[in-house]
């Protein structure tokens, strides 16, 4: 699928388009159309949302004849995952840096970081403060070993990154050509926002007509806010983009909880909702979290979305296991 600025230096690793379905019994529970696009099936291990992201930041990497990824996030990072699974593809290294000791046994995520061949740093407290030193120290190892580094900040979060979102903007308003419902909103997981930015973005150079509504998972709004903002500023910026910070940025706020670090146990509800009712499974951080928002908000303000609304599934799914003990009591706590 073209871009917008067809120049801009792309690797090709998305199955897509992604497809879009209907949720049947949830839509006619809550007597609004709710669909899903499947951007959990974007492939190289269900990689989601960070697959998008990571088309157009190894096509820089590559560009800059990079042989090595280096990233950071937690230990169930799927982005972290994902630099895996695309350096595994691509011949290229991965080197982690994540936030805790190595555990006694490797499970989601982090199983398959080792498993593609990832190079791991564990980082403690202290350390990960200091995150942007240690990505420093390990880009210097790198050079001195005569290779070359690409550094990409935790979640793909750059104005790069954001683009694979203006990506799949693009290839939604395509689907809404060909035939695909035309959505009155369309709403995504934000952590940093660039996602939702990517989306705005596609929204004015595609003439998208759906509102653009994230429900952030971890920060609070007006960070949210001000990081989709300095995306699209830059993306004018950097790749000529004929792009404008649109008045509102709509969120559906309230939905963090404790962050990340914390999983609720109305995210583990939703888990088994969408699981036992549509067939799909979420993941308890990012998408479970946001979708119970979603749901909760079209509870509340059943007219506030239009008729028809689309949720861009972005994946996870590989860190429902590190869950299991949490979900197994949810679980048999029901029958
Ligand atoms: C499954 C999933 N969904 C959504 C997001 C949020 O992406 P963004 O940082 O672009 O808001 C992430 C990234 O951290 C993710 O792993």
Redesign the pocket.
């Known amino acids: 699928m073209a871009t917008a600025a067809p120049s801009i230096p792309r690797v090709e690793l998305a199955l897509g388009p992604t497809p879009i379905l209907k949720l049947e019994r949830l839509s006619r529970e809550l007597g609004v159309e709710l669909w899903v696009k499947r951007d959990d099936l974007t492939g190289l291990l269900e990689s ?3 697959i998008r ?1 990571l088309e157009f930041l190894v096509g820089e990497a590559l560009a800059q004849r990079a042989d090595t990824l280096i990233t950071c996030g937690t230990l169930q990072s ?2 972290c995952r994902a630099v895996s699974a695309v350096a595994a593809r691509l011949g290229l290294k991965a080197i982690l840096a994540l936030k805790g000791g190595p555990p006694d046994e490797y499970d989601g995520n982090l199983l398959l970081d080792r498993l593609l061949g990832a190079e791991i740093r564990y980082c403690d407290d202290a350390e990960w403060d200091k995150i942007d030193q240690v990505l420093a120290d390990l880009e210097a190892r790198v050079r001195a070993r005569g290779r070359t580094p690409y550094v990409i900040p935790e ?3 750059t104005v790069t990154g ?1 683009l694979g ?1 203006l990506s799949c903007g693009q290839e939604l308003a395509q689907q809404i050509r060909q035939g695909a419902p035309d959505f009155d909103t369309v709403a ?9 930015a990517g989306l705005l973005m596609a929204k004015q150079l595609t003439g998208l007509r759906g509102q653009i509504v ?1 429900i952030p998972i971890a920060w609070e709004a007006e960070r949210v806010r001000a990081y989709v903002t300095d995306v699209i500023k830059r993306a004018r910026g950097r790749y000529s983009l004929d792009v404008e910070v649109p008045e509102t940025i709509r969120l559906i706020d309230g939905y963090q909880g404790g962050g990340r670090a914390e999983v609720r146990q109305a995210a583990l509800e939703t888990v088994v909702r969408v699981a036992r009712t549509e067939g799909i499974v979420l ?1 308890p951080v ?2 479970a979290k946001a979708f119970h928002g979603l749901l909760d908000a079209l509870r509340r303000e059943p007219d506030a979305f239009g008729r028809r609304v689309c949720f861009i599934h ?3 799914i590989f860190s429902i296991f590190p869950f299991r003990r949490a979900l197994s009591r949810f679980l048999d706590a029901q029958t």
Do not use: E, L, R
Request: proline share 0%; with cysteine; charged share 10%.
């Open positions: 989601g949302n960070k992201k799927n982005c979640s793909g979060a954001a979102y995504i997981t934000a952590f940093s926002g660039g996602s939702h994230s993941d990012y998408t972005t994946g996870g």
